[in-house]
């Protein structure tokens, strides 16, 4: 392997760690959102299979 081949590898690692950082916190968003909206939808289908209705 060349010295060109390897600073082109390096170049393309840190431009994919780059991407990684960038695009790592929306994901965990989602993530987050998609387990907050289960719990919602459970909570939901509780409430309506024992008959509350009462909020707090």
Not at 5 to 15: C, D, R, S
Not at 21 to 34: A, E, N, R, T, Y
């Amino acid at each position: 392997m060349t010295s060109a081949q390897t600073e082109g590898l390096i170049a393309m690692l840190t431009v994919f760690a780059i991407f990684v950082l960038l695009i790592l916190p929306s994901v965990i968003g989602i993530v987050h959102d998609k387990r907050v909206d289960r719990q919602i939808r459970k909570a939901r289908e509780y409430r309506t299979a024992h008959g509350v209705t009462r909020t707090v």
